[in-house]
C-alpha cells in the first residue's frame, strides 16, 4: 500500500511550461494515477500535487479516492476495463480524467473511443481540456438520472 505524504502547499501550481492543475481539483482529495511512464507531464503531476497537497496515489493504492487519473495511450489495452478498475475505489461523486496525448503525437487516442469506453464503464465524458504542451484530459463522470 503507497503512503501519501504531504506536499508543500506554499508552491504555486504550474511548473516551467506553465502548467495548470486539473479544473475541479483542491487541497485535501486523494487522487490515483493509472497509467504513469516516463512520457507524463511532470509538470502537470507536479501542479496536481500542489493543488491537493500531497503525493498522488499509485496503482496499488487500496483506499476511497475523489479522483482518478488515467493516462491513457493507443495501444495500453481495453481503456473501458482500466476505467472500471479506477472505479473500484472511487467515492461516490468522484470523477476520473482521462489524459491522452493530443492529435498529431504519438499514441493519439480517438475522442469517440474515450466516449464509447466511458458509456460502456457507465460513464458520461463532460470536457476535454488542454493539459498540457501534449496531453488532453477528458473527464468522465457517472451519468445522471432524470428526476421524476
Known sequence: MSTLSPKDTN?????PSGSAALPGLANG???QEIGYDDDVDHDLRDAI???IGAELADEDWDDV????LIWWRDGDGDLTDT??????PLEDGGVV????PKPGRSGYVES???SEAAAIAGLHATSTVSAGHDWAATRLVARTRPKR
Do not use: C, F, H, Y
Not at 508552491?11 to 511548473?15: C, E, F, L, R, T
Not at 476505467?83 to 473500484?88: E, F, R
Open 11 to 15: 508552491s504555486k501550481p504550474g511548473g
Open 29 to 31: 482529495q486523494v487522487v
Open 49 to 51: 500535487e500542489d493543488t
Open 65 to 68: 479516492t475523489d479522483v482518478a
Open 83 to 88: 476505467i472500471v478498475d479506477a472505479l473500484g
Open 97 to 100: 480524467w482521462v489524459l491522452t
Open 112 to 114: 469517440s473511443d474515450i
